[in-house]
């Protein structure tokens, strides 16, 4: 990408959920005990497009619907780290 590149807020939230995923699946792989050639390749298969660009919807149901689904995640997360 071209260092002088402006992102609008989609690219921004796109590229913000890459790197995440990115040093999420190194966690993993260091966790595994990788070495460098296994946990590129690890990443290779698991760092999709897919995975980390949001899904855009018109409908307010629907944006409600994945806040209230965020929300629960977090709130089990959070119950869960308590334990």
């Known amino acids: 990408m ?12 796109t590229e913000l959920i890459k790197e995440q995923n990115k040093m999420l699946l190194t ?3 260091k966790s595994k005990n990788y070495d460098d ?3 590129n390749i690890f990443i ?4 999709k497009v897919g995975f980390f ?9 629907e944006e409600s619907s994945q806040i209230k689904y965020i ?5 089990k997360l959070k119950k869960k780290n308590k334990k």
């Not at 660009?53 to 149901?61: A, F, G, Q, R, S």
């Not at 929300?71 to 709130?75: A, D, G, L, S, T």
């Open 2 to 13: 071209d260092e002088c590149q402006i992102y609008d807020g989609f690219d921004f939230i």
């Open 37 to 39: 050639f296994d946990k």
């Open 27 to 29: 966690k993993i792989a």
């Open 53 to 61: 660009t949001p899904i855009l919807t018109n409908d307010i149901y």
């Open 44 to 47: 290779n298969e698991f760092l």
């Open 71 to 75: 929300e629960r995640k977090i709130k």
